[in-house]
């Protein structure tokens, strides 16, 4: 079954309530668990010189000295400049004019508009 007959068939059984709503979550957790995986392998396939749309770890070696787009431990991201900050868990921080990130983990170049 596609993902979106799915997504369908959640949507009927939450208005009528004749489905199976056990099994109907049971493959859409199924769906999402397969899913999640091959987004986490695809993201872990990426080098870190791949500047064209990867990921970069935060390493004291190769810290941009340009305004990127900064990610944290959460997933929360800013527009920022990226530094070390021994106060910080991973040892890494970014700020931009109005906003300060703690535990930065990964930068990438600013996506093009």
């Known amino acids: 079954m596609s993902i979106s007959e799915q997504v369908k068939e959640l949507r009927m059984a939450a208005i009528y309530k004749e489905h199976s709503l056990r099994e109907l979550l049971e493959k859409a957790a199924d769906t999402i668990e397969s899913l999640s995986s091959k987004l986490q392998a695809a993201n872990m396939e990426r080098s870190a010189d791949d500047c064209g749309g990867g990921w970069i770890e935060c390493d ?19 527009l920022g400049y990226v530094s070390e900050d021994k106060t910080s868990d991973t040892g890494f921080c970014a700020e931009n004019d109005n906003v300060y990130m703690y535990n930065c983990v990964k930068w990438m170049e600013k996506p093009k508009p």
């Not at 190769?62 to 959460?74: A, F, T, Y």
């Open 60 to 78: 004291k070696d190769n810290l941009p000295d340009k305004e990127v787009l900064c990610c944290d431990q959460c997933g929360e991201m800013i």
